[in-house]
């Protein structure tokens, strides 16, 4: 066993050296900087005190280091996650109690084991069940819940729901209890922060600022927001006129907690915590592939998922939330220089130093800041664009990505993604149930065979080649024997029937049985059924059936041999299906 395999940190802290410290170091403070005000605003949203989220910056970090292979991603609480996080514990508990924070700790207990079993597993392969439209239509509909869930604090007022139009309802019923001195903080700060993400770092630029500065200077935008919005509301007293701040964060490193084992609250959250770890590692393995895809280097999807889960396990046995890793901290960790996961593990310690010393400093903090930082984060998530290009594109995709959006704004984040996967799987189902096929012909003078209604190709009144660009299976394997059989009774001189098969991969027991039916009633109809083009690993099933043994026709290794052969311009024969290897034309194992 290679133990640089399960703990990758042995891979990189050999060659550690001075000048990667000093990089490392660098993208850990300005993460740090960045990561403060993001953890505050999404243990907010998540419903949980502040401090949470300081917490879930610290120990998961230092585990990711470990055991995770990116050596850029940085792992914290992020926007999606806290949403499914609020929207899964709000139905155990009320937010404020007890036991809101227990089920939140269990739900990252949950998810850490869940994350680390499939990865244990080795079962990174099954988050590909999860479609591109999907997740780009969940992340969109998320972000526009998120986004209107956060405006309470801007307005100051109370409102709630579980999904964009309930949540809407309850805001147009509270606008007049709108708190004035909230909401020009909240509309300041959401005007500060627009500008300084479309033409801070331009203008930068334009007064001679080097690209990197001005690019860390506009991401550290937020802080700013914060630092001039608490001194001012301090200064000033507006916590007396109303407007809400964080108040008082206790000081001190995260505590040790061992989250509840009821089992019926284990029950009821299993559902949300699988979702969770699935979105969370979907998120975050996208992200890291794209930044090491641009140093060349790899991560490893199955160890990842060791490395998250065991970062939720770190974060729920000290009092933190569900995590996972971030793109935009991932992005400006990358920017920064970062060479290493330390630089991770640095920026824990940074945060571990603000959980000591700096929470005093923020219980002046307007939470209309928060949440102002909150919406303009999530609503660069929002992506509108795809649903044209995804429709434009593939309408079944775009139906899954639609469907996603409709109920994830109606019903929640759950039903949401539940019905996307669903409606995913039904229409892969469907497309693959009615596969695509073509009677082909050879292009004149080549070995080329294409369709007969796209080009100009040579055909044979005796010789029908049938190409099916599908595997065979259980939902289609009906649809292919009323292919053939239409395709012979509207072809009353056909002697030959060619299946071509350089697009099946793979043929199961209900397609085998139906391989014989259409061979059975085509003998009787006086034609012979051949094969062509049959892939290795189908072919070595294939010789070990009854089929195989009783199939009326030959086996090709190319269609261009079948073409020349059953017309008669080669000697050359085919093989039997069950043919050994030293037949011309026998198929062999690839």
């Known amino acids: 066993m290679n133990p640089k395999r399960y703990l990758p940190i042995l891979q990189w802290l050999p060659g550690y050296g001075r000048a990667t410290l000093s990089n490392d170091l660098l993208a850990a403070v300005i993460v740090t900087i960045m990561l403060i005000p993001q953890s505050l605003a999404y243990a907010m949203l998540a419903g949980l005190p502040p401090e949470v989220g300081l917490y879930a910056s610290i120990a998961p970090l230092v585990v990711y280091a470990v055991f995770g292979t990116s050596r850029t991603l940085a792992v914290g609480p992020v926007a999606v996650v806290s ?8 139905q155990i ?15 990252a207990l949950m998810s850490g084991l869940i994350l680390t079993l499939m990865g244990i597993a080795r079962l990174g392969f099954l988050a590909n069940f999860l479609s591109h439209p999907v997740i780009s239509g969940f992340i969109t509909a998320s972000g526009l819940i998120i986004a209107a869930s956060q405006f309470k604090h ?6 709630s729901g579980h999904n964009l139009l309930e949540l809407l309802a309850s805001l147009s019923g509270s606008l007049g209890a709108v708190n004035g001195t909230t909401l020009v903080i ?29 690019d860390m200077l506009t991401k550290a935008a937020p802080i700013l927001a914060v630092a001039v919005t608490t001194l001012v509301t301090w200064g000033l007293g507006l916590d007396a006129r109303g407007v809400a701040v964080v108040g008082e964060v206790p000081a001190g490193l995260p505590p040790l907690a061992l989250p509840s084992l009821e089992l019926a609250l284990w029950r009821e959250l299993f559902m949300a915590a699988l979702l969770i770890s699935v979105i969370g590692f979907v998120e975050s393995v996208s992200v890291g592939q794209t930044l090491a895809a641009k140093r060349r280097q790899r991560i490893d999807p199955d160890q990842e998922l060791v490395g998250l889960g065991t970062s939720n396990i770190a974060a729920s046995l000290t009092g933190g939330m569900p995590v996972t890793g971030g793109f935009a901290r991932s992005v400006v960790n990358f920017d920064a220089g970062a060479e290493t996961p330390a630089a991770g593990a640095f920026t824990a310690v940074g945060i571990a130093v603000a959980a ?87 292009v004149p003078g080549t070995e080329h065979f294409r369709n007969v209604k796209r080009h100009h190709v040579e055909t044979d009144p005796h010789l029908a ?3 099916v660009d599908e595997s065979l299976y259980f939902a289609n394997s009906r649809y292919l024997e009323d292919l053939v059989m239409s395709l012979a ?16 991969n793979r043929i199961d027991a209900s397609a085998l049985e139906s391989l014989e039916a259409i061979n059975t009633r085509l003998r009787d109809a006086g034609v012979k059924l051949h094969l062509a083009e049959v892939k290795g690993p189908v072919m070595d099933r294939l010789k070990h059936t009854d089929f195989c043994h009783d199939m009326t026709g030959m086996v090709f290794l190319s269609t261009f041999d079948a073409w020349r052969y059953l017309r008669g311009e080669t000697q050359y024969p085919g093989t039997s299906c069950g043919g050994g290897e030293s037949a011309p034309l026998a198929i062999r194992a690839e």
């Open 83 to 90: 949403l499914m996080t609020a929207a899964a514990v709000g």
């Open 93 to 107: 508990a009320p937010q404020g109690s007890s036991e809101y924070l227990g089920a939140a700790l269990v739900l």
């Open 154 to 159: 801007v307005l100051g007022v109370e409102a």
């Open 186 to 214: 909240g509309l300041a700060v959401l005007a500060f922060l627009h500008v300084a993400r479309r033409w801070l770092k331009p203008g930068l630029s334009k007064l001679g600022v080097p690209e990197r500065p001005a």
């Open 356 to 442: 000591l010393l700096l929470t005093p400093l923020i219980a002046y903090l307007p939470i209309a800041t928060l949440a102002a930082t909150i919406i303009v984060a999530v609503l660069s998530l929002v992506d509108f664009k795809a649903i044209r290009h995804t429709w434009n594109y593939s309408r079944s995709d775009a139906l899954a990505m639609l469907a996603t959006i409709g109920v994830t704004l109606g019903h929640g984040v759950e039903s949401g993604i539940l019905a996307g996967v669903g409606l995913s799987l039904a229409l892969h189902l469907y497309n693959t149930s009615r596969p695509h096929s073509a009677v082909v012909g050879r």
């Open 465 to 467: 080649i049938l190409r």
């Open 489 to 504: 009774a509207r072809e009353p001189g056909l002697e030959h029937i060619v299946l071509a098969c350089q697009a099946v």
